[in-house]
T-cell receptor, first 115, second 113 residues
């Protein structure tokens, strides 16, 4: 029940294309869904996050879509750039219960954007 | 404003030795979290601490691992009698309170030989 399943494991996109990464969760107590970007040898950096009271959130080229009934959420990267090449992790926590910071992470998606 | 500081960045230990990883949270942050990332895997929650208190240690292995966050000084993750399976990246994160976004440090890479 604590798992967050992420797909695909790896993704190759051409410059200017749209990158889409999907996550699914089981625990209905989860109420905070962030996405993190991680470069090799670095720590995860928060990209964008959403709460279940909205179905979509957009920040620049990054959009989270959230489907509460299906228990799924996804990250869309518009106009993908080579500098976006990194590993992306979805995560979830029961912010209203334990804390924002006790996160359950997906397995990660390695994104490669070709010039 | 300095970010979350972790040291050492890289640590090599022989089997059976002890590893101590340190984490200084961001200024003004009194909540610290430790995560472990095994090769090719996502991060796994280990422990959540406030100053002088362990709030949630549900992700900590039952033996050899301990964590503290004293009133003064950094948070310490201690691994006694390390084994090869402890080789991983250990990330610390901090937040201002339990209801705020957490920010990760750059990690400490432990290699057990």
């Amino acid at each position: 029940q604590q798992q967050v399943k992420q797909s695909p494991q790896s993704l190759i996109v051409q410059k200017g294309g749209i990158s889409i990464i999907n996550c699914a969760y089981e625990n209905t107590a989860f109420d905070y869904f962030p996405w993190y970007q991680q470069f090799p040898g670095k720590g995860p950096a928060l990209l964008i996050a959403i709460r279940p009271d909205v179905s979509e959130k957009k920040e620049g080229r990054f959009t989270i879509s959230f489907n509460k009934s299906a228990k799924q959420f996804s990250l869309h990267i518009m106009d993908s750039q080579p500098g976006d090449s990194a590993t992306y992790f979805c995560a979830a926590s029961n912010a209203g219960g334990t804390s924002y910071g006790k996160l359950t992470f997906g397995q990660g998606t390695i994104l490669t954007v070709h010039p | 404003n300095a970010g979350v500081m972790q040291n050492p960045r890289h640590l090599v230990r022989r089997r059976g030795q002890e590893a101590r990883l340190r984490c200084s949270p961001m200024k003004g942050h009194s909540h610290v979290y430790w995560y472990r990332q095994l090769p090719e895997e996502g991060l796994k929650f280990m422990v959540y601490l406030q100053k002088e208190n362990i709030i949630d240690e549900s992700g900590m292995p039952k033996e050899r691992f301990s964590a503290e966050f004293p009133k003064e000084g950094p948070s310490i993750l201690r691994i006694q009698q390390v084994v090869r399976g402890d080789s991983a990246a250990y990330f610390c994160a901090s937040s201002e309170s339990r209801g705020n976004t957490i920010y990760f440090g750059e990690g400490s890479w432990l290699t057990v030989v």
